[in-house]
């Protein structure tokens, strides 16, 4: 077998699965394993604590689970789940793992974008594993291909003074900037009217989470801020930022937004551009 690589406390999968698995904890997953690589004498003793020899041709076991392993027929015993035939399973081979909550269930909505499947096999009642994820090589794409360029504009925004505010990014007065989960990099350019000289305006990128309605969101994640200092005339900025918006369970979503706070009275954004290039999960 290829050199395993280690994606938790004794937890290893084979070089493509770990690599998949290792991308879904950056993009959101919550960390968890249950069971990852089996050695195969750790293959046959759980496979025989939950199996026995069938007594007859017409044994099935309670379960109606059966297998084959060096001439002899076994049926399951065991509520625990069914078990391959020592070398026939994945975990054998690096390629699948066992998964508990909450991990379960972030998998189970977005583990295909990774390359992990929850089988056809283990979705029915006999063989009832929702635990179980298995791994398919993903296809290969060019980088450049991937990303996802969105560009934002608007003007004439007034600034309060001493309050943070978020940004609409367009003359709709839609607020997030990029509501597509995966590797971002932003940068905003902005031209602000009546910044005394010497004061200023901070301005940063901020990481929110909606809730299930979509209708409120909290900041989970405050980017490196930036100070815009006033200058004769209109004052000129950017704002960047790089980092990830996650994939959450459920139907919360994390969102993009710039936020502005002016020092001082009677300041307005004149012009804003965003910028948001996106490598999708």
């Given at each position: 077998m290829t050199a395993l690589v280690e994606v938790a406390s004794d937890r290893r999968l084979a070089p493509a699965p770990a690599s998949d698995y290792l991308r879904a904890l950056e993009l959101g997953a919550p960390p968890g394993i249950t069971s990852a690589t089996r050695d195969p004498a750790e293959q046959i003793t759980t496979f025989l604590d939950r199996y026995r020899p069938a007594t007859s041709?017409?044994?099935?076991?309670?379960?109606?689970?059966?297998?084959v392993w060096r001439g002899v027929r076994y049926v399951?015993?065991?509520?625990?789940?069914?078990?391959?035939?020592?070398?026939?399973?994945?975990?054998?081979?690096?390629?699948?793992?066992?998964?508990?909550?909450?991990?379960?269930?972030?998998?189970?909505?977005?583990?295909?974008?990774?390359?992990?499947?929850?089988?056809?096999?283990?979705?029915?009642?006999?063989?009832?594993?929702?635990?179980?994820?298995?791994?398919?090589?993903?296809?290969?794409?060019?980088?450049?291909?991937?990303?996802?360029?969105?560009?934002?504009?608007?003007?004439?925004?007034?600034?309060?003074?001493?309050?943070?505010?978020?940004?609409?990014?367009?003359?709709?007065?839609?607020?997030?900037a990029s509501t597509t989960a995966g590797h971002f990099d932003a940068l905003a350019t902005l031209r602000l009217h009546g910044l005394a000289r010497g004061a200023e305006v901070q301005a940063r990128f901020v990481v929110v989470e909606t809730d299930a309605a979509g209708k409120s969101a909290r900041i989970v994640h405050r980017l490196p801020l930036t100070e815009i200092i006033g200058t004769s005339g209109d004052s000129f900025g950017q704002v960047?930022?790089?980092?990830?918006?996650?994939?959450?369970?459920?139907?919360?979503?994390?969102?993009?937004?710039?936020?502005?706070?002016?020092?001082?009275?009677?300041?307005?954004?004149?012009?804003?551009?965003?910028?948001?290039?996106?490598?999708?999960?």
């Open positions: 041709k017409d044994d099935v076991g309670p379960y109606g689970d059966v297998g399951r015993i065991s509520a625990k789940g069914t078990v391959a035939v020592p070398g026939t399973s994945l975990h054998e081979r690096g390629n699948a793992l066992d998964i508990p909550e909450p991990a379960r269930a972030w998998f189970h909505q977005y583990g295909a974008r990774f390359g992990w499947h929850n089988p056809a096999w283990a979705k029915h009642a006999g063989t009832y594993e929702p635990w179980h994820f298995e791994h398919t090589p993903m296809p290969t794409r060019d980088e450049d291909d991937m990303i996802r360029t969105t560009k934002h504009r608007t003007k004439n925004v007034a600034l309060p003074k001493g309050q943070w505010k978020t940004a609409p990014i367009d003359d709709a007065g839609n607020t997030s960047a930022a790089k980092g990830v918006l996650a994939l959450i369970a459920g139907k919360r979503e994390r969102r993009l937004r710039l936020q502005l706070l002016a020092t001082t009275a009677g300041v307005t954004l004149v012009d804003l551009d965003v910028t948001t290039d996106t490598r999708p999960a």
